[in-house]
């Protein structure tokens, strides 16, 4: 997303039975840009939500941080000044369980003279990090594939100094940028490695295997599939990522306007994200 102050409505389809997902540890055969390590089982469960609460009511606070407000971007372009971003609320109108065991993100259309005034929308960072050696997993359901809509799944470790960020997914309303996954080395998005990637609105787990290695990704991965993305150790001039302690939170949003998602005007509100469940092992 790149959206720290450094400046980055499908039909509904059958649900697919949460049985079927791989199991904690599957990983694959060792191939073409795998490696051995990754074929080892993991040893479990080490951060998860199931999103299983009462609808109605927020993620839990333990777990999960609702951020209250939009970043400013430092050196905007004309869609990342303010007036151009839909904000970010904390009510439980645009975060909240809908009790059918999903965690629902909503963006809405409301009045105002400018797209920050008239949209808001939500974004929720993880309380727990990880490591080196963690394998993350979500399963999305992106009814939000609209004009001026950006949402993502994410990794994030904000350091103003040595930082990094790696997009699971990431969908752009504005209609040019073509749809993927990314591994940011620098926040202020001058190195990065990028896979273009459909992302549609049909339930997908997205995973990323993050080994000292590299950071190896599928979409609905099953044993024996090799990855649809990799980025190798060091294939970046910089590489936070294998320095010592460092560790990412999980994040959930859906930005409305800014470079991303541009003119919303168009779109269709309000649109959702529908998380069923994230894991790290």
Known sequence: ????????????????????????????????????????????????????????????????????????????????????????????????????????????????????????????????????????????????LTDGAWPAFWLINDNPVRGGEVDLFEWYGNRDWPSGTTVHAKLDGTMFQTHKHPVDGAWHTWRMTWLPSGMYFWKDYQPGMEPFFTVLSNSLPDWPFNDPGFTMAPVFNIAIGGSGGREPAGGTYPAEMLIDWIRVF
């Open 1 to 144: 997303m790149m959206m720290l102050g450094v400046g980055a409505a499908a039909a509904a389809l059958p649900l697919p039975r949460v049985a079927a997902q791989p199991g904690i540890g599957d990983t694959p055969p060792p191939g073409p840009g795998v490696p051995e390590a990754a074929t080892q089982p993991a040893p479990g469960l080490l951060f998860s939500d199931e999103f299983n609460a009462p609808a109605g009511t927020p993620p839990n606070p333990a777990s999960w941080y609702i951020v209250p407000q939009r970043e400013t971007i430092r050196n905007p372009v004309e869609w990342d000044k303010p007036y151009n971003m839909g904000r970010y609320v904390t009510d439980q109108e645009h975060v909240f369980h809908d009790g059918n065991g999903n965690l629902v993100i909503r963006a809405t259309r409301g009045e105002g003279a400018n797209i920050q005034e008239k949209y808001a929308s939500a974004k929720i960072v993880g309380n727990w990090r990880g490591g080196v050696g963690t394998t993350w997993e979500a399963r999305v359901k992106l009814n939000c």
